[in-house]
């Protein structure tokens, strides 16, 4: 409870003094017809409360002289927890969640727009309608309403307070990312021991997909990435339905979601557990980008220092392929890499896989600083027509997660192998 509670604690100290926050719970999802999907909460309203049930509101209020959490959930019901499970209920919720006072869901519509009058400012995210438009209407009702009372002056995103928040990772957050990273390290180590030609991509996501769940993720955190041969070369390639090829590569991004922290793991090997000479000079020149990437990774560096360590090494190997010709700073200058390498080399990283939190301030890339947690991805992917046919098809791409230290920076998925004289030993049977 306590991390919780110092979150809101921590989020209502950022607001104004008379302002007021609403931060809805994920609604349930149809599937198709009458079957939902696996409810999966909202990642602010977990942030703040630790509670993942649906039909939920989580209501700060910052007063002149106090402040204050109120929680709104569903009412206990004894048959539909016969059907569905469990409902912690309005009684027990100030106790077991730190919150100041809880009341059922039905009575929404009663308080919220008592909370909302007078206030002069209100913070809310968009991105669920339902929920937007019932508080946009709790506008009106105040606006039209003949008492004395008046709607919020401003609304205001409450992203950039508590996005910023959620950018830096805490001690119980960064454990949770620890146990996601090992998971998902060994999840891509079984789909290596697994792989071999003749199998489908579909099989080799199974085989990651059981490794998660049986370490206890109940899910991945984002649609596996199984691309043999050229699939490689599809950035968001999630068919996953080809069979693989004695001599091709196949492409693994994948990443269990563990107590709702995300791991993202990008590993690239042979389905026939060895390297051809053509596949092992690209991925070399992927390991070397991704090597300078990490070294990049450092407290008081650009956010944007990693991408442009990977480019100049990329460029430099793309060179000594012969697949470019020419000055290496014109060709950084000119972007020469983009054909082969086209998106970027990081993403933040946590409750989601591509987590909150500024890029730039102002104008400019913001600076790295401890607890950020990071990707770090460069690859290459050689589509192009007029390569040497031997490069033709191939799609590498390499991928750790990192976090951002006080003296520097921490590999939370060193686990995962990604030599290739490691990656060989490993789907040869022997220790890497």
């Given at each position: 409870m306590a991390p919780y509670t110092d979150r809101r604690n921590a989020l209502?100290?950022?607001m104004p003094p008379n302002s007021l926050a609403v931060v809805f719970a994920s609604p349930m999802r149809?599937?198709?017809?009458?079957?939902?999907f696996v409810y999966r909460q909202n990642s602010d309203f977990h942030y703040l409360t630790g509670f993942d049930e649906p039909e939920a509101l989580l209501v700060l209020v910052r007063?002149?002289?106090?402040?204050?959490?109120?929680?709104?959930?569903?009412?206990?019901?004894?048959?539909?927890?016969?059907?569905?499970?469990e409902r912690l209920g309005p009684k027990s919720a100030p106790k077991r969640l730190g919150v100041d006072a809880a009341y059922p869901s039905s009575q929404i519509s009663r308080r919220l727009p008592k909370l909302l009058m007078d206030k002069e400012r209100l913070f809310m995210e968009i991105g669920e309608a339902a929920a937007e438009q019932q508080v946009l209407g709790f506008l009106g009702e105040i606006r039209m309403s003949r008492e004395a009372h008046r709607a919020p002056k401003h609304v205001d995103l409450l992203g950039p307070l508590l996005h910023e928040m959620r950018a830096i990772k805490r001690g119980d957050e960064i454990e949770l990312m620890r146990e996601a990273a090992r998971i998902s390290?060994?999840?891509?180590?079984?789909?290596?021991?697994?792989?071999?030609?003749?199998?489908?991509?579909?099989?080799?996501?199974?085989e990651i997909v059981y490794e998660f769940m049986r370490r206890g993720a109940r899910a991945p955190a984002y649609t596996s990435i199984v691309g043999s041969g050229a699939n490689a070369c599809v950035l968001h390639y999630v068919e996953n339905s080809a069979v693989m090829q004695d001599g091709d590569l196949?492409?693994?991004?994948?990443?269990?979601?563990?107590?709702?922290?995300?791991?993202?793991?990008?590993?690239?090997?042979?389905?026939?557990?060895?390297?051809?000479?053509?596949?092992?000079?690209?991925?070399?020149?992927?390991?070397?980008?991704?090597?300078a990437a990490i070294d990049a990774c450092k407290p008081g560096n650009l956010l944007d220092a990693p991408h442009q360590a990977a480019i100049r090494?990329?460029?430099?190997?793309?060179?000594?392929?012969?697949?470019?010709?020419?000055?290496?700073?014109?060709?950084?200058?000119?972007?020469?890499?983009?054909?082969?390498?086209?998106?970027?080399t990081s993403h933040f990283l946590g409750l989601d896989v591509h987590d909150v939190g500024a890029r730039k301030q102002a104008k400019d890339w913001r600076t790295l600083?401890?607890?950020?947690?990071?990707?770090?991805?460069?690859?290459?992917?050689?589509?192009k027509e007029s390569v040497p046919e031997q490069y033709r098809g191939i799609g590498i791409r390499i991928e750790d997660d990192v976090l951002i230290t006080e003296s520097g920076h921490e590999v939370l998925t060193e686990d995962a192998v990604k030599t290739i004289t490691d990656i060989e030993a490993l789907m040869g049977g022997m220790s890497g």
């Open positions: 209502l100290a950022k149809i599937r198709s017809r009458d079957t939902d007063g002149a002289r106090a402040q204050k959490s109120l929680l709104f959930c569903r009412a206990k019901d004894e048959l539909r927890e016969r059907w569905e499970g390290s060994d999840a891509h180590h079984r789909a290596m021991r697994t792989a071999q030609p003749g199998m489908g991509e579909w099989q080799l996501e199974a196949v492409l693994i991004d994948a990443g269990c979601e563990y107590k709702h922290y995300a791991a993202d793991i990008t590993r690239t090997f042979p389905v026939s557990g060895r390297f051809t000479e053509a596949q092992r000079n690209v991925y070399e020149i992927v390991l070397r980008a991704q090597l090494e990329v460029i430099k190997g793309l060179v000594d392929l012969g697949l470019l010709e020419g000055d290496l700073d014109m060709l950084i200058k000119e972007d020469a890499h983009q054909p082969y390498f086209m998106h970027g600083e401890p607890g950020m947690v990071l990707t770090v991805e460069p690859g290459i992917y050689m589509v």
